[in-house]
């Protein structure tokens, strides 16, 4: 068996890694007898935790992306996963969390999960191995559940050990697994539909509890009964402000403390407004924003408009005019961010870049068979060839990114819409397939394969108007599904090369998406109450606050003096 994480066995061991994650009894009781010094005593300050997805309803299903819970980030104060493993930095070993260890078989078809002792959920009951299994359960036998995607056959129960099958090797999706949040079976046992109940009063094994929604604030306790080292921090108070702008000016104020949004010339901005405690961080990966396109419907449906869009998209200015530099511009035509993906680049494909090509492009539409009358694009129905691009309103840079685009498609003579719908809305949308294009991140991984798997891996195809988790786009392609399968199956780096060359050839080639800029994991953070964050001299996790990092986080954070 191959052990991902190494378990932590004995009292004294798991006392290393409690103190590991976050602040000691000396500093506890310092910040309780308010002894700090150099400093005003800061242990009762609570943290307002901001993110720009208001107006949010109720809801606190962490199954759910829709829910503000998902949104806002307050479900992974909750709810905990088997392990706290780093997508920013995916080499570090992963941290046992509910899971002491994690142990695979040769060929990463079957993982057997140590479940902790000692941990009780947040109404008293203890935390146990039939928890990992139940929660695993839920996944497999509701797809709209299984938002990881993973092919689960047989779940056993042995003592503390729970076994898992899967239907072929799970090599990639490790970290996956790692961060799977679990709920506890006796409340949701009793839940007639998980697919659609809001949880309005969640019960987890997590550093904070459920108290009040109130407005657009969530505000959680301290959970008295954690069997981690207890958080110092007493409150948390989840804000869904109403779009980017309300947030930078409650993250310049210090109003808000933690969060996450677009900020252009930040230092000035936002950093410049208190620079001894504002501070950001923004460690790189594999992970990008990418133009949705859905090939379920014209005009994206024809390969010829999607490689016309790809021969105009402007990824210079994207990445200096929307995103304000901050994150990289793609240059590579297979959008696999560089450098930190030059190493997964076909021979093929290294050293070939991006260039907005107008001719080009018009050369090949009109070679497919569609016409101009004047500048504007006549389709093969003998229609105009117009298109909407929609994300939420508020969010400033993926808005400023759409209307870069639609200028670019406009000297192809397609006349692109910008529709900026509120979150729930647009979410809902892209999950159903009601859309023509839009702006989306994917995730990192360990390598590429999950950049592209989000973006138009066929396994996770359903028809319009069923639930979508990733290709959002509804592609299909019988030479990608089967790369995407091979690549999960393969037993030797040599392997998972064959497949990712095949897969970038399908990229390029079939643009079943459109790579924008490269995206980093971020987050603005004040020390001004609270220090501890992730930083480049720790990056000891991903520093976003929706992110299965959180609990992490919050135990690691101690009070400024």
């Not at 079957?110 to 039939?130: L, M, P, Y």
Request: hydrophobic content about 35%; overall charge negative.
């Amino acid at each position: 068996m191959r052990r991902i994480a190494p378990a932590v066995v004995g009292a004294a061991a798991l006392a290393l890694v409690v103190a590991g994650c976050g602040g000691g009894d000396a500093d506890n009781n310092a910040a309780k007898n308010n002894t700090s010094t150099g400093g005003a005593a800061t242990s009762n300050q609570p943290l307002t935790v901001g993110m720009p997805n208001g107006p949010v309803t109720n809801n606190s299903n962490p199954f759910l992306n829709t829910s503000a819970g998902a949104m806002i980030g307050y479900k992974w104060a909750i709810y905990e996963p088997l392990m706290q493993a780093n997508d920013t930095r995916p080499a570090n070993k992963y941290i046992p969390w509910l899971a002491t260890a994690i142990d695979w078989n040769a060929d990463y078809t079957q993982a057997k999960i140590t479940a902790r002792d000692g941990v009780k959920w947040s109404d008293g009951q203890a935390f146990t191995a039939e928890d990992i299994a139940y929660s695993l359960q839920l996944r497999k036998d509701n797809d709209a559940l299984n938002t990881e995607g993973l092919k689960y056959k047989d779940i056993k129960v042995d003592g503390n050990v729970v076994t898992v099958d899967f239907d072929g090797s799970q090599y990639i999706n490790t970290l996956k697994i790692a961060q799977l949040f679990i709920v506890p079976k006796h409340i949701w046992e009793k839940i007639t539909d998980p697919t659609k109940d809001p949880v309005t009063t969640p019960v987890g094994t997590g550093p904070y509890v459920f108290k009040s929604f109130e407005g657009q604030t969530i505000t959680l306790d301290k959970n008295p009964s954690y069997w981690g080292d207890k958080p110092s921090i007493p409150e948390l108070r989840y804000t869904a402000y109403k779009g980017n702008d309300a947030l930078i000016t409650a993250l310049q104020t210090g109003e808000a403390q933690w969060g996450w949004t677009f900020i252009p010339n930040i230092d000035e901005v936002y950093k410049s407004k208190d620079p001894a405690h504002n501070t950001y961080f923004f460690p790189a990966g594999l992970g990008i924003d990418q133009l949705i396109l859905n090939t379920a419907k014209a005009p994206f449906n024809d390969v010829a408009v999607r490689r016309a869009v790809n021969q105009v998209l402007d990824r210079a200015k994207a990445s200096k005019i929307a995103e304000s530099g901050i994150f990289p511009e793609l240059t590579s035509v297979t959008a696999i961010p560089t450098p930190a993906g030059d190493s997964f680049i076909s021979d093929k494909y290294k050293g070939q870049t991006y260039k907005v090509d107008v001719e080009g492009a018009k050369k090949t539409l009109t070679d497919a068979g569609y016409k101009y009358q004047g500048d504007k694009l006549i389709g093969k129905d003998g229609k105009p060839v117009s298109i909407t691009l929609q994300d939420p309103s508020g969010w400033n840079d993926y808005i400023t990114s759409l209307q870069l685009i639609s200028d670019s498609l406009k000297t192809i003579g397609i006349t692109a819409k910008v529709s900026t719908p509120n979150v729930d809305t647009w979410t809902e949308n892209l999950n159903v397939g009601n859309f023509d294009a839009a702006l989306h991140w994917t995730n990192g991984g360990i390598t590429p394969y999950e950049m592209y798997s989000n973006m138009f891996d066929p396994n996770y195809y359903v028809p319009v108007g069923k639930t979508a988790v990733w290709n959002y786009g509804r592609f299909q392609n019988d030479d990608a599904k089967k790369a995407f399968s091979d690549y999960l199956a393969a037993t030797d780096d040599a392997g998972r090369k064959t497949a990712l060359d095949t897969l970038q050839d399908v990229y390029v080639d079939q643009v079943p998406a459109l790579g924008v800029d490269a995206r980093p994991a971020g987050a603005e953070m004040s020390t001004k109450y609270w220090t501890g964050w992730p930083s480049d001299d720790d990056a000891y996790a991903n520093p976003q606050p929706t992110v299965p990092n959180v609990a992490l986080i919050l135990t690691k954070l101690k009070p400024a003096s």
